[in-house]
């Protein structure tokens, strides 16, 4: 089945320092998500991007979708604390008859010196 | 408040007592799904109903059982728990596509010790 990997797994900065989680799908993918989960909370849907090349922002968060449809990326510019938490991609695969399902990427945890 | 209420937060039980974890959501979602996080693995899918018609496997849906008689609810019930099945669960929902067309709200989660 569709597979889809984040590196790095774990990611330290210093406050202020920029971020950067890379997002690959072994298929081609219609469209990607991002989602970002803080320390012992749920996931929460950051955005979506379809088109090839498509690049996003949000505030200091810019997020790219490769060209070829099959990796993305997310790069937070001067992270803050608020910025902590598990940052996850999740593409769509085919899953029978009509259906699809997000596949989830393992994550990518940031971490930051207080 | 539009959101996804799962109950309990926090579960301890034994090997082999039946327990249901309880997932509603308050906003017409068709789509629905349970999920298991574990460190290092990410989010593995249990189950999911694309609409109350339709409930299939996900990629992990050994020792699980739901069911989807009504749009809001999709339990979660796992007929005799063992401990491999200690982990961090989540259900979720979106209005249609298996949160393809439109994203997944997650519930706030269910942490399940079974001993």
């Known amino acids: 089945g569709q597979q889809v990997m984040q590196i790095p797994q774990y990611q330290h900065v210093q406050e202020g320092e920029d971020f950067t989680t890379y997002c690959n799908s072994s298929t081609t993918l219609s469209n990607i998500q991002w989602y970002k989960q803080r320390p012992g909370g749920h996931p929460v849907f950051l955005i979506q991007?379809?088109?090839?090349?498509e690049v996003k922002k949000q505030k200091r968060l810019t997020f790219q979708f490769g060209e070829a449809k099959k990796n993305s990326s997310l790069h937070i510019t001067a992270t803050q604390t608020t910025d902590v938490g598990t940052y996850f991609c999740a593409g769509p695969e085919f899953s029978g008859g009509s259906n699809y399902k997000l596949t989830f990427g393992k994550g990518t945890l940031l971490t930051m010196n207080p | 408040e539009a959101q996804v209420t799962q109950n309990p937060r926090y579960l301890i039980t034994v090997t082999g007592k039946k327990l249901t974890v309880t997932c509603s959501q308050n906003?017409?979602?068709?789509?629905m799904s349970w999920y298991r996080q574990d460190p290092g693995l990410g989010l593995r899918q249990i189950y999911y109903?694309?609409?109350?018609?339709?409930?299939d496997k996900g990629d992990v849906p050994e020792g699980y059982k739901v069911s989807r008689k009504e749009k809001r609810n999709f339990p979660l019930i796992l007929e005799s728990p063992s401990p491999n099945q200690t982990s961090l669960y989540f259900c979720?929902?979106?209005?249609?596509?298996?949160?393809?067309?439109?994203?997944?709200?997650f519930g706030n989660g269910t942490r399940l010790t079974v001993t």
């Open positions: 979720a929902s979106s209005l249609r596509g298996g949160g393809v067309e439109s994203p997944l709200h």
């Open positions: 109903s694309m609409n109350v018609e339709v409930t």
């Open positions: 991007l379809v088109k090839s090349g």
């Open positions: 906003m017409n979602h068709e789509y």
